[in-house]
């Protein structure tokens, strides 16, 4: 899809205006962001720096009012909602701290949906795969309202990486689970990431678990601060 | 790429979770559809039954009759020459006993009679025996109700015109009678041998001769009834094949029907306000899992496929269950009302009237769900990542709002073409549209009134005006739903209401007390001063009259030409025709000028305003009228406005003198006159003048309202579902703020609010809506009302208050117990609990 040598993540004096009952809200102002193929990226940053709308914008779910983005070597701005539609299922994973699976579905069936939507015929044999490798194998049938947290963000996980996108996004994927639970996720995360040599963007709150990404990228006010962390990506990818 | 496959398969995995939060949709539409698919087969399963025993009641292949004179032996010759023919003879008499006299009606039969079926005695044994002449008397078959009336039993004699005949047997059914509404006395049946000594066949007199022919080649009747009309294209007969077996019952059941079907749209419309609700709420709980969907890359166009079937399926069962149970109305309904129709309704089912009320489900469940479903495509994926605490007004997509316009208008379309009256029919879309228009916009203003003045002081009326303008509030939900149920009960009531008050005291307050009829010419001077001298005779009018039919329009036979529904009824069989040289009292011209006193030029005609204008008729135009078997051609001179309802001496058509005196012809008289000296004058009259039936018109309107009576059950019954739909959405729209009154009352008692306060706060709210939705559903169903009498049935509406007042009683009673039976466990609440979860 995209060419390595490009960038998977870029992003060009993005701003987001949103109109609200008390006037226009700056969301974002101003954000230059490049993220390699096969880089980790930790985002903090205070609650309402902009964080989850900057992730929102590289997964086509909001659209600037500024600047230019390209995702896997689209230009998100030429696509319609149809067209993002399409982009996500082809290139991005989702993470949410809230799960966010469909409670009317079993594991299997939603980590199948991904798959479902890219039209594999293999669509359940691949889910099965899935969660056998986030060692929910003996689960497949339960629904949401069975699974603890812990297992219900594996299963989100496994959805995430079905249809082994180029770019995995992670918003606060630990938030709502214990440490021990979140960090074996973690790992999880890291591992299915490096198999997969996917790019991979995670707003977290935990400087610990920032400080496993190649590099961590600090937002205030809808800014990336100039003090951006780096780890050489050679660091962590040996 | 069709994503229709995958769409179904999220919207089964979907459907899995159950039908909670259904059951209100399900309800609506089962009710809805259930009445429509119900009324249409029992429809359809009369007329099914109507065709099929169409020769039966007709009593033959053909039928050819007369008003007035028997057919010539030339005629009778031909009829034979195609089949085996019957004769009989009907007319209206009085019979008389020592103490007793009742109107009657008279059947004279040849011993043919028969042709087909069979007449049902209570004993058994011969119609013919029991018709025979016995020891110079007569026999005579008779209803009971003719028995009750003179206070006779089997085997006592009576007597009719001149003549004197014995009970010989019990008529329990005949089997060509095919209407047993509207008629004004019981069937008493004698041999046509024993008519002429009756003496009642007088020139001129009401009798009416018919011919059944049992053709020897049924195929051929169309054949026949041609050459029929070819030999004798003068006679002036009405001839009726098995198509008009029966046109009054038939159309009869078709207007009933009409009206039934509108009031089960009605229902099913209001119902369309708990599918739009239901969806909604399902919706409203299906964001997150939308946008879930959103982020994995699923299409607008999907999701909104996904909850389209969904709600597609869920409407699908309900209006199957619907179906299933209208279906069997025809076995259900039919023996409760076996007695007063000729036949009784064939099972089915039928396929016309379900896939009709299939369709009106369908439409309904689009016209009310595609709007939220669309919105639900709007939810942004977004949603996720953001509290929605004010959600962002969604309007769907110009693509939605036109299939959503789409839906609406086939529905409207749908309701017209399947009428078989389409002004009336279009009358209820613009109608329906409006109430609904109205009531949204009650719904909002309501709201907004109750947001001005809520820095009322009183904590109580504060607290419940809150609750009706804050977001998400139920009250447009509430007045929607409850208001729309209760104009259609508005409606009936009034109608109803109205049509009564003009039978029960409009009515008799000017129409006269008794219709004379038969009197020949010789006897009118006698029987004027018979009644002129009777005590308690207030007002005598009499008129020359006789029957003919209508043959041509302006020159277009009656068959060929356009006649407006309203005035069909005049073109279908006799008229009654009179003459006279200045206006008759009381008459409105609205169009042209009455002829001179001495006018003796070409014959002239006055019509009913609205006849004419239904014919396509003006002044100048020229009608043509067979009397007594002869074309007679008239030029329309003038227009006149008649207020049937004041029951006087009202004909369509009046001739200029001239041309009608020299046939033989009767008068037909009415007489005002006290209600204690009624029975006195009926017994003079009969005793006197033999041959005069006498009509009371106090009798002949009960059989009316009799039968108004249970026209206006089955509406309310039809009308009752409308209700029901309405009670339905609203208890549903009260469920759903149900959590949130609970939390209310907790957080209020925590607050330091008693009991009784939150009680009371929570009746005001319930009762101030109840009061506001039977306001407005009064104003607009007394102006629905108001209109459909007013210019459709041509009866004056007055606002019934009894009903009204009833109404809005109901309503507010509703609204608070079903309000409080949410609520009640509220006030009980711990709070602690709660409050923990919140």
Redesign the interface.
């Known amino acids: 899809m995209s060419k390595p040598d490009l960038p998977v993540v870029e992003l060009d004096d993005v701003h987001l205006k949103l109109a609200s009952?008390a006037g226009e809200v700056n969301i974002l102002r101003g954000v230059d962001l490049r993220v390699a193929r096969g880089e980790t990226v930790a985002v903090v940053g205070p609650s309402g720096s902009g964080k989850?709308?900057m992730?929102?914008i590289v997964?086509g779910?909001?659209r600037p009012t500024g600047g230019r983005v390209r995702v896997a070597g689209e230009d998100l701005s030429a696509l319609d909602?149809?067209g993002l539609?399409?982009?996500?299922?082809?290139n991005?994973g989702?993470v949410?701290q809230?799960f966010?699976?469909?409670?009317?579905?079993t594991a299997l069936?939603n980590v199948a949906?991904?798959l479902?939507?890219?039209?594999d015929r293999d669509a359940f044999d691949r889910a099965r795969e899935g969660l056998k490798a986030v060692g929910l194998g003996g689960r497949i049938g339960h629904y949401p309202g069975q699974l603890s947290g812990g297992e219900q963000q594996r299963v989100a996980l496994a959805?995430a990486c079905a249809a082994e996108p180029a770019l995995l996004l992670a918003?606060e994927p630990t938030g709502n689970l214990d440490a021990a639970t979140g960090s074996a996720i973690i790992d999880l995360m890291f591992e299915l990431r490096r198999k997969r040599d996917a790019t991979l963007l995670l707003i977290t709150h935990d400087n610990e678990l920032a400080a496993r990404c190649d590099r961590i990228v600090r937002m205030l006010d809808g800014r990336i601060q100039p003090d951006t962390v780096l780890h050489p990506p050679s660091v962590q990818r040996a | 790429m069709s994503d229709l496959p995958l769409a179904l398969r999220l919207a089964r995995r979907e459907l899995r979770g159950g039908l909670k939060g259904f059951r209100v949709f399900l309800a609506c539409l089962i009710l809805g559809v259930a009445a429509i698919a119900g009324v249409g087969s029992f429809a359809a399963g009369i007329t099914r039954a109507l065709q099929e025993d169409a020769r039966v009641l007709l009593g033959g292949d053909v039928e050819l009759s007369f008003t007035h004179r028997a057919a010539t032996p030339e005629q009778i010759e031909f009829m034979r020459g195609g089949g085996a023919v019957s004769t009989i003879a009907e007319m209206r008499a009085m019979a008389r006993t020592e103490n007793a006299r009742a109107l009657i009606e008279l059947k004279s039969i040849d011993p043919a009679y028969p042709l087909l079926g069979e007449v049902r005695l209570a004993q058994g044994g011969a119609l013919g025996e029991a018709l025979a002449r016995r020891d110079g008397v007569w026999g005579a078959a008779v209803e009971r109700a003719a028995l009750t009336r003179l206070g006779l039993s089997p085997g006592d004699e009576f007597a009719v015109g001149d003549a004197t005949f014995a009970v010989r047997a019990i008529l329990e059914r005949e089997p060509d009678r095919t209407a047993n509404v509207f008629t004004l006395g019981p069937r008493i049946m004698i041999a046509l041998d024993a008519l002429p000594d009756t003496g009642l066949l007088q020139p001129g007199s009401l009798v009416r001769y018919k011919y059944r022919v049992l053709l020897d080649n049924p195929a051929g009747a169309a054949a026949w009834t041609e050459s029929v009309k070819t030999s004798f294209p003068d006679a002036g007969w009405r001839i009726r094949g098995l198509s008009e077996a029966t046109p009054g019952v038939q159309r009869w059941i078709d207007r009933i029907a009409m009206f039934l079907t509108l009031v089960g749209l009605s229902a099913l419309l209001v119902g369309g306000v708990g599918v739009a609700n239901a969806v909604r709420g399902y919706l409203e709980g299906k964001t997150q899992t939308i946008a879930v969907l959103k982020c994995l890359g699923a299409p607008g166009r999907l999701v909104m496929r996904v909850y389209l079937i969904q709600v597609l399926a869920l409407a699908s069962l309900a209006i199957a269950v619907g179906l299933a149970i209208g279906a069997l109305a025809p076995v259900a309904i039919g023996p409760l009302i076996a007695d007063s129709l000729p036949v009784a309704a064939r099972g089915g089912p039928y396929a016309g009237p379900l896939l009709i009320a299939a369709a009106f489900g369908y439409l309904t469940t689009l016209a009310f769900a595609l709007w939220p479903v669309a919105r639900a495509r709007e939810i942004p994926a977004a949603a996720l990542f953001r509290d929605l605490v004010a959600p962002v007004r969604r309007w769907p997509r110009r693509s939605a709002i036109a299939a959503t316009a789409a839906a609406v208008l086939a529905l409207a379309a749908l309701a017209i073409a399947t009428s078989i009256d389409r002004t009336l029919a279009a009358g209820f879309v613009v109608g329906a549209a409006a109430t609904f228009a109205l009531f949204y916009a009650a719904g909002g203003l309501v709201g907004w009134i109750a947001q001005r003045v809520s820095h009322i002081r009183y904590p109580g009326l504060r607290l419940a005006l809150a609750n009706m303008h804050r977001p998400g509030s139920p009250a447009p939900s509430v007045i929607l739903s409850l208001g729309l149920g209760l104009t259609v009960m508005v409606v009936i009531a009034e109608t109803q209401g109205n049509f009564m008050r003009t039978l029960r005291e409009q009515i008799p307050a000017v129409a006269p007390s008794f219709f004379f009829i038969d009197i020949q010419p010789d006897q009118i001077a006698p029987f004027e001063a018979l009644l002129r001298a009777a005590p308690g005779v207030e007002h005598v009018e009499k008129v020359p009259a006789l029957r003919g039919r209508i043959m041509r329009i302006a020159g277009v036979p009656v068959e060929k030409a356009q006649i407006a529904p309203e005035a069909r009824w005049t073109t279908g069989s006799d008229r009654g025709l009179t003459y006279a040289a200045t206006p008759p009292p009381g008459t409105r011209l609205v169009a042209g000028e009455w002829w001179p006193a001495d006018y003796r030029g070409e014959p002239l005609v006055s019509m009913d305003v609205q006849i004419a204008r239904g014919m396509g008729l003006e002044i100048g135009d020229m009608l043509t009228v067979n009397v007594l078997g002869r074309d007679v051609d008239a030029r329309i001179a003038n227009l006149r406005a008649i207020d049937w309802t004041s029951l006087g001496i009202n004909f369509v058509l009046v001739f200029s003198p001239g041309m009608l005196e020299s046939a033989p012809h009767t008068f037909i008289a009415t007489a005002r006159v006290a209600e204690t000296a009624e029975d006195a004058i009926e017994k003079a009259v009969s005793e006197r003048f033999a041959n005069v039936s006498t009509i009371r018109v106090k009798a002949a309107l009960a059989t009316v309202e009799e039968t108004l009576d249970s026209i206006a059950v089955a509406a309310r019954s039809t009308a009752a579902i409308a209700l029901l739909a309405g009670g339905l959405v609203l208890a549903g729209a009260l469920a759903a703020s149900h959590r949130r009154r609970i939390y209310e009352a907790v957080v209020l008692k925590v607050l330091g609010a008693t009991r009784r306060e939150i009680l009371t706060a929570f009746l005001i709210e319930f009762g101030l809506l109840g009061l506001a939705a039977s306001a407005v559903a009064v104003a607009a169903g007394s102006l629905s009302s108001y209109i459909l009498l007013t210019h459709y049935m041509r009866v004056e509406f007055q606002l019934m208050t009894g009903p009204v007042l009833a109404t809005i009683g109901t309503a507010v009673v509703a609204v608070m117990a079903l309000g409080l039976a949410g609520t009640w466990r509220a006030l009980g609440q711990k709070a602690a609990p709660l409050l923990r979860h919140a």
């Open positions: 009952a989850s709308t992730m929102m997964a779910l909001e909602e149809d539609a399409l982009f996500r299922r082809r991005v989702i949410f809230a966010h699976l469909i409670a009317t579905m069936e949906v991904p479902e939507f890219a039209g959805r918003d």
